[in-house]
């Protein structure tokens, strides 16, 4: 399929923020009917839902421009190996199966500088009132969701 698109005058970058942006609407339609349903149901929203919202879309581009970076720089056995391990490895390092306090220190420190863990601890202090949103969650956020689109870019191949 790559190949076929790598003979169109679409750009690398082009495919990239296409594939991004349509991975932002669904999100977006998605978290849109979530929360219709909770408010529907009697859930009351706390917190700073928007600064959330924010954080999520966010952390969308930037783990999209780690599986484009995977899908574009992979073969396709390859993508899908890594990309499941790699699932289950942030999902364990990100605070959200474990907390990151449990964790031996040094781990800690790793985890604090994956996308994961600092999605998690910006979401989470942005929907718990009383509470901040770390400073360090964010900047790391932030710097994940530009790196990682502009190295798929840069490393993106139309051919295995």
Do not use: C, H
Request: aromatic share 6%; net charge negative; no cysteine.
């Amino acid at each position: 399929m790559l190949k076929r698109l790598g003979s169109t005058p679409l750009s690398r970058g082009g495919l990239l923020a296409a594939k991004t942006i349509n991975v932002l609407v669904i999100e977006v339609l998605q978290a849109v009917a979530i929360v219709a349903t909770g408010v529907a149901l009697g859930w009351e929203a706390t917190g700073g839902i928007v600064l959330a919202a924010l954080f999520l879309l966010i952390g969308t581009v930037a783990f999209a421009g780690i599986g484009l970076l995977m899908a574009g720089t992979l073969r396709a056995e390859a993508t899908l190996a890594l990309a499941n391990g790699l699932f289950l490895a942030l999902l364990f390092l990100g605070g959200m199966a474990y907390p990151l306090t449990e964790l031996p220190e040094l781990l800690e420190e790793v985890a604090k500088v994956l996308p994961a863990a600092a999605l998690a601890e910006s979401v989470r202090g942005a929907l718990t009132p009383g509470v901040d949103v770390p400073a360090w969650s964010v900047i790391v956020l932030v710097l994940w969701a530009v790196a990682a689109p502009l190295v798929a870019a840069r490393a993106f191949r139309w051919e295995e």
